[in-house]
């Protein structure tokens, strides 16, 4: 049994942490979030300890370490984006390893820092890369492996995910903190195209606004075409209809790719490999996240060129 630490107990994507943690097995010693909307604790852990101001929790696991002889072997990271990489630095250098969601962090140069603190500390960061493990993706990977080796896959990729209000108020709609919406809430879309289809060649962006975002990616074998979108008006009808409120679609060669199930249990499975040693580290997350940097620092060009037929969508 590991013990693990949480930070950002009280976000969106923690309880499928919570859940993979008692899953396999574990222990949740303590969480620390500054809003204190965590009763999904009791669901899983009700005797973990619960922190709201950084400091004490800190203090707490220190006092774990050397009072009571308990150590902490992982700390799970689902704080705010641009926190990610001082999260993880804390993990490594309270002498554990780190699971942190997607975006590992929002720059490139971060990451080779972090590799630096690694080195030091002797301890590992492991990204969240779930879609890695879905098992529509995999068998995708698996095609396109076995595929000629000058084949270009033409991808078509749609995620219309509806957020309220709420979204553009809090820190997700601050692009300094969550690298916009391409980055909050595609960047592992970027990491899948890229771990399937091979090297980015081109990076074009048509559209980058607080509520959608559009490009074209070309990789060593695929043209993709991408639209994302926090705006319910861009559902199709027949979504809106069932009272649904995101649409996923990727569609290779004109062939529609179903992988709109098999989500929830995803977080356990890779937390599964973590645990084997075969988790995703800092190298696996840099492609997705040069893409993600890439794209919200080019000037967007309109509809020119390849684009997603819903960028010129009226709403």
């Known amino acids: 049994m590991k013990n693990f630490a949480l930070i950002g107990a009280a976000g969106y994507i ?28 009791d669901s899983h852990f009700p005797t973990a300890d619960f922190f709201v101001e950084f400091e004490r929790f800190d203090r707490h696991i220190e006092k774990l370490k050397y009072e009571q002889d308990l150590f902490l072997d992982y700390v799970s990271i689902c704080s705010p984006n641009y926190l990610h990489d001082a999260h993880i630095r804390f993990a490594l250098r309270s002498g554990a390893d780190a699971i942190c969601e997607k975006p590992l962090v929002l720059n490139p140069w971060n990451i080779d820092k972090l590799q630096k603190v690694e ?9 969240i890369l779930q879609l890695r493990v879905h098992p529509s993706i995999i068998a995708l990977k698996e095609k396109v492996k076995n595929a000629k080796k000058d084949t270009k896959f ?23 903190k ?11 879309f970027y990491d ?16 980058h606004e607080e509520d959608r975002a559009a490009g074209y990616l070309e990789f060593e074998n695929a043209r993709v075409k991408w ?3 926090i705006n319910a008006e861009y559902l199709p009808k027949e979504v809106k209809e069932k009272g649904n409120t995101t649409y996923r679609s990727i569609t290779i060669d004109g062939e529609e790719l179903e992988f709109s199930g098999g989500f929830t249990d995803l977080h356990t499975m890779v937390y599964k490999d973590i645990l084997e040693g075969k988790g995703y580290g800092l190298d696996a997350a840099k492609t997705a996240i ?9 000037k967007p060009i309109g509809a020119k060129g390849d684009y997603h037929s819903l960028i010129t969508l009226k709403k």
């Open 178 to 188: 969550s690298g916009g919406i391409a980055t909050n809430i595609g960047v592992h």
């Open 227 to 229: 639209f994302l979108s």
């Open 14 to 41: 923690a309880p499928r942490h919570m859940k993979a943690i008692k899953d396999t097995n574990n222990l949740l010693l303590a969480a620390y979030d500054k809003n204190d909307s965590v009763g999904i604790i």
């Open 192 to 207: 899948m195209l890229s771990w399937i289809f091979g090297d980015i060649q081109e990076n074009v962006v048509h559209v």
């Open 119 to 127: 080195e030091k500390t002797g301890k590992k960061v492991y990204n």
């Open 154 to 176: 033409e991808v078509d990729l749609t995620y219309l995910t509806s957020r309220g209000n709420w979204y553009h108020t809090s820190w997700k709609g601050d692009k300094s």
């Open 290 to 298: 040069q893409i993600v940097h890439d794209i919200r620092n080019t």
